[in-house]
């Protein structure tokens, strides 16, 4: 089992920059896929990124492509998003989530391990 914890979130105006970061614990954190989720008012938990264990493959929602970028330091046990050209769209709590899946892992329902959630809130 990993434990993690989101941060960074905020509020911004269109066109800023943030960056969130998810701390895991336990030494099992280079296992583990990892993935960036969100979830609007109203809306189920949506995937926005994921990153291999070794970090050497991402993938991210056509959404966010070109603008979002994930990241991850095993020797730290930390999974970066780092959100560029902000939209009033991307507004939503966002996860980090662990999962053990061997592919690339889209759907909420394959994580086994998710942090508290991060509030990013986006003014036009």
């Known amino acids: 089992q990993v434990q993690l914890v989101e941060s960074g979130g905020g509020l911004v105006q269109a066109g800023d920059s943030l960056r969130l970061s998810c701390a895991a614990s336990?030494?099992?954190?280079?296992?583990?896929?990892m993935g960036w989720f969100r979830q609007a008012p109203g809306k189920g938990r949506e995937f926005v990124a994921g990153i291999s264990q070794s970090g050497s493959t991402t993938y991210y929602a056509d959404s966010v492509k070109g603008r979002f970028t994930i990241s991850r330091d095993n020797a730290k046990n930390t999974v970066d998003l780092r959100m560029n050209s902000l939209k009033p769209e991307d507004t939503a709590v966002y996860y980090c989530g662990a999962t053990s899946s061997l592919g690339r892992a889209v759907n909420p329902e394959s994580y086994s391990n998710w942090g508290q959630g991060t509030q990013v809130t986006v003014s036009s």
């Open positions: 336990g030494r099992t954190f280079s296992y583990y896929r």
